[in-house]
Nanobody
Framework: QLRLLNSGGGLVQPGGSLRLSCAASGFSLGYSAVGWFRQAPGKEREGIICISSRDQVTEFVDAVKGRFTISRDTAKSTVYLQMNDLKPEDTDVYSC??????????????????WGQGTQVTVSS
């Protein structure tokens, strides 16, 4: 059974950094597209960035370009979201989604089969 664990969130000052993790158990993330999403209370989940099964990266949100990067450690079956130069508007619950094997990246949460539980990121001074 596939399980995804999100971790790494927390409280950080503006300009700070965090690295979020999406760790899979019972499944290898090496052959799947993995996307990071964020969601504010009362709003829809927004696709931010995705890494394909071939490690191609697609960024969906202009506001995070140049600040957020996604990477994969296949041996650890973990995908990371490195967030730099964080801003108060980045405050959200962040979660990862995993697609069926070899399916491409998309920005739509309904395309993703499995989800982490989410981790809260709060950017505040």
């Amino acid at each position: 059974q596939l399980r995804l664990l999100n971790s790494g969130g927390g409280l950080v000052q503006p300009g700070g950094s965090l690295r979020l993790s999406c760790a899979a158990s019972g499944f290898s993330l090496g052959y799947s597209a993995v996307g990071w999403f964020r969601q504010a209370p009362g709003k829809e989940r927004e696709g931010i960035i995705c890494i394909s099964s071939r490690d191609q990266v697609t960024e969906f949100v202009d506001a995070v370009k140049g600040r957020f990067t996604i990477s994969r450690d296949t041996a650890k079956s973990t995908v990371y979201l490195q967030m730099n130069d964080l801003k108060p508007e980045d405050t959200d619950v962040y979660s990862c989604g995993v697609r069926q094997v070899l399916y491409p990246c998309t920005k739509w949460d309904y395309d993703y089969e499995w989800w982490g539980q989410g981790t809260q990121v709060t950017v505040s001074s």
